[in-house]
């Protein structure tokens, strides 16, 4: 184990995790793990510690290892605060210096750890590491923290350095850990990776990912897959920059559900709306058997986060194929609405024998925000197709109809003699309201 010669850690690592101490200003750089274990800083049942800091010269510089960069993990592994360090990159973080796995792994039933911070200097920057940046995972790993972090990006947030792997994975039944917020401060920038954010794994639930920045990936914005449930991704802007004005595409889809149940794509309440726009693929893509009770609502698709410039998705706004059933597109509460508009093909796509009983309402299809101007969709505004049978387009109760107007194509189209028992009812088409 080499450490500069700025590095104190006295009794390292036999009594890591028996004792509190602060890490700061060092260099952490292990080419070959002669200390018996592959990882430079590893914080294995320890409790409050810091690593980092917010002061000018107290981050670290956690780069160029074999292995992964910082693992926090096991029982009893609470309560750290890793600040204002560089993993993955040279000090000052403007340049790569990946390490070879995971810039951060928290695992084995780590709980209420934080990453970064909402104050000035506390974000770290995690970028360039040969597998993901920061990786949460199994069960009872919980209650963590990934907040003001540049994940794939230089310290600036600007010039691309990205993880070759997801920014940020959630697994192995990961729950209740918290990706961004709403506080100042608290968005990560999780740009320029392998893709953007992976929720998989059944039992992985209750994971909030919010306020984020989460676009120029190489794949998709946001996957949640494998039986992942009940998780929120509120409040991002997907494919678009932070003020939601302009696209930094990723090059996938905005957000994919596969054989994932039970989880919320935005929300009712102002704020926790995303915008999923300029993607490469799809907006939104509910996808596979397993894909089910989903909800997507109050966000802006194929728009500015204004809802009143076109930035499409290069494919449909939602799609829902492939065996999903049971998933809710809008909704009758106030808010629950999606601006689904502007898109290259259709708003909405459901398709493929048993992609049944889901349902869209309350949403504006063709129009921006106000529901009186045409924003189209290029296709059309909702295709119901190949066997796709048994799904409601609206609804008769009070907020249920879809305004579904100024499109390039065919408001509606039901098309296929094996699309069956679908419901085309309490709609505006064609008409504003």
């Not at 597998?131 to 963590?144: L, M």
Request: aromatic share 4%; hydrophobic share 35%; with cysteine.
């Amino acid at each position: 184990m080499h450490h500069s010669p700025k590095t104190a850690l006295t009794g390292w690592p036999a009594t890591m995790g028996r004792r509190r101490f602060r890490v700061n200003g060092a260099t952490l750089v292990s080419r070959v793990p002669e200390c018996g274990w592959p990882f430079p800083l590893p914080l294995f049942g320890a409790t409050a510690n810091t690593i980092g800091g917010t002061t000018t010269g107290a981050g670290n510089t956690i780069a160029d290892n074999n292995s992964g960069g910082l693992d926090i993990g096991f029982s009893g592994a609470s309560g750290n605060l890793v600040e204002g360090n560089f993993i993955g990159t040279n000090a000052g973080g403007a340049t790569g210096l990946g390490n070879a796995l995971v810039g951060v792994t928290i695992f084995g039933g780590a709980t209420a750890n934080t990453i970064g911070g909402t104050t000035t200097g506390a974000a770290n920057t995690i970028a360039s590491n040969g597998a993901g940046g920061v990786d949460i995972e199994n069960s009872g790993t919980s209650g963590n923290v990934i907040e003001g972090d540049f994940v794939g990006t230089d310290a600036s947030g600007d010039t691309g350095l990205g993880n070759s792997g997801d920014g940020v994975q959630i697994l192995g039944g990961a729950s209740d850990n918290t990706i961004g917020g709403t506080t100042t401060g608290a968005a990560n920038m999780i740009a320029f990776n392998g893709a953007g954010v992976g929720i998989t794994d059944s039992g992985t639930s209750g994971n909030l990912v919010q306020g984020n920045v989460i676009s120029g990936n190489q794949g998709d914005g946001v996957d949640i897959t494998g039986g992942a449930s009940t998780n929120v991704i509120a409040g991002n802007q997907i494919g678009v920059n932070s003020a939601g004005n302009a696209t930094v595409a990723n090059g996938g889809s905005g957000i994919v559900i596969s054989g994932a149940s039970d989880n919320t794509i935005g929300g009712a309440t102002s704020g926790e709306g995303n915008v999923i726009s300029a993607n490469a693929n799809y907006g939104v893509w509910i996808t596979g058997t397993g894909s089910t009770g989903n909800a997507v609502e109050g966000n802006e698709n194929g728009t500015d986060a204004s809802g009143t410039v076109a930035l499409g998705n290069d494919y449909d706004g939602v799609a829902i194929d492939s065996g999903a059933t049971d998933n809710t597109i809008g909704g009758t509460s106030t808010g629950a609405g999606n601006v689904i508009s502007g898109n290259n093909q259709y708003g909405v796509f459901i398709g493929d024998t048993g992609t049944s009983q889901n349902v869209v309402a309350g949403n504006l299809i063709g129009t921006d925000v106000s529901g009186t101007v045409a924003l189209a969709n290029g296709y059309g505004g909702v295709l119901v197709y190949d066997g796709a049978s048994t799904n409601i387009i609206g609804g008769t109760v009070a907020g249920a109809g879809n305004v579904i107007s100024g499109n390039g194509g065919i408001g509606v189209n039901i098309y296929g003699s094996t699309s069956s028992d679908d419901q085309v009812v309490g709609n505006l088409i064609g008409t504003n309201p």
